[in-house]
């Protein structure tokens, strides 16, 4: 048994203090691996994964994303340089599911090579207004697809990148 990877998926908490230092390359090269290696409904393999590492990008995503949360003084992202934003076509039933998956094996990969993730389901709201109209005219997103959910990267600032988590609750898994 690995006991690597299980540690990995024990350990792993989100992020939400990062440090402004970029990953290197092999890091991002290597959780955006591990995305397309993610199971997909039908084998379909739809999301499409956009890393933005732009500051000026970032800041205006993370401004609409504050600005529909209804807290205009807060950055969502947390200081993060690193944003990935997973699309799914609509109207197929497995979109948020393949989505989920992608961010999962992405947000595991990160934590193996000590880069904090942390998920954030609202990606549409990036992309409500004008400028994320833009923006993904700019990245060529066909206009049948949506943006499920948004992940951190970033290396997490001093502290403990695993805070203890919060104790499990009993009586979730039943075995009949």
Request: proline share 9%; aromatic share 8%; with cysteine.
């Amino acid at each position: 048994m690995n006991q690597e990877a299980l540690k990995v998926l024990e350990e792993r908490r989100s992020c939400r203090a990062y440090k402004p230092e970029q990953i290197t390359e092999e890091e991002l090269q290597a959780v955006l691996k591990a995305v397309t290696d993610a199971p997909t409904g039908m084998g379909r393999q739809s999301p499409i994964i956009v890393a933005v590492q732009d500051k000026e990008i970032i800041a205006a995503l993370s401004k609409q994303n504050a600005a529909i949360m209804g807290k205009p003084d807060m950055d969502p992202f947390y200081g993060a340089p690193t944003v990935v934003t997973c699309f799914a076509p609509k109207g197929f039933l497995f979109a948020a599911e393949d989505c989920a998956m992608a961010a999962e094996n992405l947000m595991l990969a990160a934590d193996a090579l000590g880069v904090g993730s942390c998920y954030l389901g609202q990606g549409w709201a990036a992309f409500a207004d004008p400028y994320g109209q833009e923006i993904l005219a700019q990245w060529a997103i066909p206009g049948d697809h949506y943006a499920v959910c948004q992940v951190l990267l970033g290396y997490p600032r001093p502290g403990d990148p695993h805070p203890t988590p919060k104790p499990r609750k009993a009586g979730r898994v039943l075995r009949v």
